[in-house]
Nanobody, 118 residues
Framework: QVQLVESGGGLVQAGGSLRLSCAAS????????MGWYRQAPGKQRELVASITSGGTTNYADSVKGRFTISRDNAKNTVHLQMDSLKPEDTAVYYC????????????WGKGTLVTVSS
């Protein structure tokens, strides 16, 4: 069984910064893509950013230039540095990882709340 545990959410004023982290643990042979999704109240979950095992990144247009995703393959962790936060970034942020173990499947964390006040 694989677990993803997020940390780093909280309340911040508009223009501020937060850094989210997600650590994967359990029986892991390797981790393919890792990413961050978010879900605001009344909206569908959306991709924020993703990163492959080779370091190729992808960002939602709404966060390009403000958010940076990174990963530490040795520690099975992924981070999301969020700068110049806006009230519309308020959401629950979820970590997602495609993990290869005895099978290969995607896992989700339980989420961490980010609230940006105006």
């Amino acid at each position: 069984q694989v677990q993803l545990v997020e940390s780093g959410g909280g309340l911040v004023q508009a223009g501020g910064s937060l850094r989210l982290s997600c650590a994967a643990s359990g029986i892991i042979f390797s981790i393919n893509a890792m990413g961050w999704y978010r879900q605001a109240p009344g909206k569908q979950r959306e991709l924020v950013a993703s990163i492959t095992s080779g370091g190729t990144t992808n960002y939602a247009d709404s966060v390009k230039g403000r958010f940076t995703i990174s990963r530490d393959n040795a520690k099975n962790t992924v981070h999301l540095q969020m700068d110049s936060l806006k009230p519309e970034d308020t959401a629950v942020y979820y970590c997602n990882s495609v993990v290869a173990a005895f099978t290969t499947r995607a896992y989700w964390g339980k989420g961490t709340l980010v609230t940006v006040s105006s």
